[in-house]
């Protein structure tokens, strides 16, 4: 198997939970990972990205080629299309829908969309409103990894045990709502991939 | 693990029995890892931040003449900083082995150039070491050490972002124990009076065939053949993986020599360049290697940054190499005009932005062009809405800059400076400003952390008043406030108060940084301190 993800979204929106997530659960399968993160100047309110490389053969390089991702996962509209010329044609763009407003020039959001939905292979849902309801809203990031497992060949079960490891840390409580969040974000693109097929 | 985490790994398992670094992106995490490691803690590894990079690669060769292992590290232009003590380093030689790691940053993503600091080990003649991968990155720190107690010498490692902020497994070895103290064997060997310091740069220089045999035999240099000789490529460092990504199971079908210990292996460059017609060289950093095989008249079977076959400046990636091997050139496809730019901005609450607002209302009179700033969080300053500065060059440069611009005739003039930057290089900067009289406001902006690089000790903490105080600045024109909206129009007043003063003042509006709050270490200190008892 082979996953190139590409995580993008705005410093603090917790990408790198996402990317760390995927990454145990693939550790946990005796695959190979890579994983770039971003620090520095740029965590601070602006635009983030992080690539994600997951395979059972050996990774070389740590960036991915232009036109290479098997997937965009965003936790911001705006921020799913700014990478989207390393999008392969038949790759997946996976987005949050809620718009993360911290600029005056914020384009108008049904512009956005609409990019999105030219995009052939595209999954948006409302992650606050999905996180909101089984957890709280910062686990946002953790309803958009749910609906990423679909596309991602690794089992389920190894994803939540990433998520263990990971938050396991901060206790049952916490960690519990955040495996909570990330399933509910699977079910929600199961329900789009229907309604939109 | 992350590549920094790998060769802070690779250190306590080396057995050092000190770290020593300042906080620059991308070299943080080495010292941050170290500080929190349970190994480090049990074997006293010594891991506090130092107040510069200089005095860092200082005491890091002073561990190492106590006969110890010492690891120092910092960001690309840090050794700029610490350069003096760091060619010098060369010519003293070490006594335990001491490895410099220096975290270069091509594209600039959190820094103001992107100069290729491989350049340095060549300019203090050592031994080099650039890792491909981060396993590569652990083994080396291991392999170095060897090296730099075979050898006497002083080693680089060079980094660059992208190895340092990507996680890899990493396979690690069983520690081995520390060196005992013991002092060098010729008690003049550190005395670099220029008799003793010319004898001991001719052992340098002849150990130079040396440093290069131990090239030609190093496993991190590797001649892989391949069956088409129309194209050699010498790949540095993690240009490697930039090249093999491109072919299904990494399998290249030209010869490649890859580079990872320098100087370069002559006989492994020889064998490429005879037995190919023409040679790429991908390095991501400046063209050194391809300068030195392409010589001053420009050998033309030689191809890489040079000749255009890829970009002067900026990072590598696949698709640039991939180009650059099939002589086309590659255009990044453009993304759709609706996505606006998001730029960093300083976080909500933060009280940079509240200084900034009342320096820009009492610099209204005099006019745009007069603040000179400094490296850190507050830099964003230069954006909208604020506008607030008129420059930003390297560590400390605000207050000299701003001495100078007085000096020329410009006043006032306004120096913005962060705390941890303060104590990094404005001391000295402030010291020429009270000696000269300068009519110049320096504005030091204190959260009590170095904020940008996440939040990591501040040498200045508790102690600036008494610092400018100490080298001369009149307490009466020290001058402490809490830079808040509410505060805005005393502020205000202050500002311009003491920009109408004919000497040097010293303001410091003060507030916790807001991504700090959770720090109890930190908020123990300031307690202590009494720093939020508001006068």
Redesign the interface.
């Given at each position: 198997m082979k996953s190139d993800i590409i995580l993008s979204g705005?410093?603090g929106q917790g990408i790198i939970s996402i990317a760390a997530a995927i990454?145990e659960a693939a550790?946990i399968n005796d695959l190979?990972?890579?994983?770039?993160?971003?620090?520095?100047?740029?965590?601070?309110?602006?635009?983030v990205q992080s690539t994600l490389r997951v395979s059972s053969?050996?990774?070389?390089?740590?960036?991915i080629?232009?036109?290479?991702a098997d997937m965009i996962l965003s936790v911001e509209p705006?921020?799913s299309?700014?990478?989207?010329?390393y999008l392969k044609p038949e790759g997946w763009l996976i987005t949050n829908a809620v718009p993360f407003v911290?600029?005056d020039?914020?384009?108008n959001i049904e512009?956005?969309y609409a990019?999105i939905r030219k995009i052939k292979n595209h999954v948006i849902i409302d992650a606050d409103e999905i996180a909101g309801k089984v957890a709280t809203k910062r686990a946002s990031n953790m309803v958009m990894l749910g609906a990423a497992t679909l596309f991602i060949d690794i089992p389920l079960e190894s994803v939540k045990e990433g998520i263990r490891q990971i938050f396991g840390k901060k206790g049952e409580a916490m960690t519990q709502s955040n495996i909570d969040a990330m399933l509910a974000g699977r079910e929600a693109a199961e329900l789009y991939m229907k309604q939109n097929r | 693990m992350l590549g920094d985490e790998a060769i802070a790994q690779a250190g306590l398992d080396a057995g050092i029995s000190g770290m020593y670094a300042y906080p620059g992106t991308p070299s943080t995490e080495i010292m941050e890892y170290i500080q929190h490691s349970k190994q480090a803690k049990e074997n006293k590894v010594h891991a506090k931040w130092s107040t510069n990079e200089k005095t860092s690669m200082e005491s890091a060769l002073g561990m190492s003449y106590a006969g110890k292992r010492a690891l120092c590290a910092m960001k690309h232009v840090g050794l700029n900083v610490a350069a003096d003590a760091f060619i010098n380093a060369a010519i003293t030689g070490v006594n335990g082995g001491l490895i410099v790691i220096s975290a270069d940053d091509p594209s600039m993503h959190s820094s103001q150039n992107e100069q290729d600091n491989r350049f340095y080990g060549k300019f203090a003649q050592i031994p080099i070491l650039e890792p491909t991968n981060q396993q590569e990155a652990y083994d080396m720190i291991h392999y170095g050490f060897e090296l730099s107690e075979e050898f006497k010498v002083p080693v680089l490692m060079r980094i660059t972002t992208r190895l340092a902020h990507s996680r890899a497994g990493i396979e690690t070895r069983s520690p081995r124990p520390q060196n005992q103290l013991v002092l060098p064997k010729d008690p003049m060997q550190f005395i670099l009076l220029p008799s003793i310091a010319r004898k001991n740069y001719r052992t340098l220089l002849g150990n130079f065939r040396s440093f290069v045999d131990a090239s030609e035999e190093s496993d991190f240099n590797q001649f892989i053949d391949g069956p088409d000789k129309s194209l050699g490529i010498i790949t540095c460092g993690i240009a490697y993986n930039y090249l093999v990504e491109n072919y299904e199971d990494q399998n290249v079908p030209y010869p490649v020599l890859k580079v990872g210990q320098y100087p370069l292996p002559r006989k492994l460059i020889e064998k490429m360049m005879n037995t190919c017609k023409e040679v790429l060289v991908i390095e991501d950093g400046y063209p050194m290697v391809e300068e030195m095989l392409k010589g001053y008249l420009g050998k033309e079977n030689i191809r890489g940054r040079l000749d255009g076959s890829l970009p002067r400046d900026g990072e590598l990636n696949p698709n640039l190499v991939l180009a650059a091997i099939k002589k086309e050139k590659f255009e990044i496809e453009p993304i759709p005009s609706t996505v606006a730019n998001r730029l960093p901005a300083m976080c909500k609450g933060c009280g940079h932005i509240d200084a900034y607002l009342a320096l820009n209302e009492a610099l209204l009179e005099h006019g745009k062009g007069r603040v000179f700033a400094d490296i850190g969080c507050y830099t964003l300053g230069a954006y909208e809405p604020y506008q607030a500065i008129s420059t930003c060059v390297d560590m400390g440069a605000s207050i000299t800059m701003a001495k100078g611009a007085a000096d020329a005739g410009l006043v006032p003039a306004v120096a913005v400076i962060g705390d941890s930057t303060f104590t990094h290089s404005g001391i000295t900067g402030l010291i020429d400003a009270v000696i000269g009289k300068s009519p110049i406001t320096i504005v030091i902006s204190d959260n009590y952390t170095t904020g940008m690089t996440g939040g990591q000790d501040s040498a200045a903490l508790g102690r600036i008043e008494q610092i400018c105080e100490g080298v001369g600045v009149d307490p009466a024109h020290i001058k402490i406030f809490h830079p808040t909206p509410a505060h805005h129009d005393e502020m205000v007043a202050l500002l311009k108060e003491e920009l109408a003063y004919d000497g040097v003042s010293v303001i410091i509006p003060r507030r916790q940084c807001v991504q700090t709050m959770k720090d109890k270490d930190l908020a123990i200190k300031v307690k202590e301190l009494g720093l939020n008892n508001r006068k």
């Open positions: 705005v410093g990454g550790l190979h990972m890579k994983q770039a993160e971003v620090h520095g100047m740029s965590q601070r309110g602006g635009a053969k050996p990774i070389a390089s740590d960036l080629a232009y036109g290479a705006m921020e299309l700014r990478y989207l010329n911290n600029i020039d914020y384009p512009t956005i990019e | -």
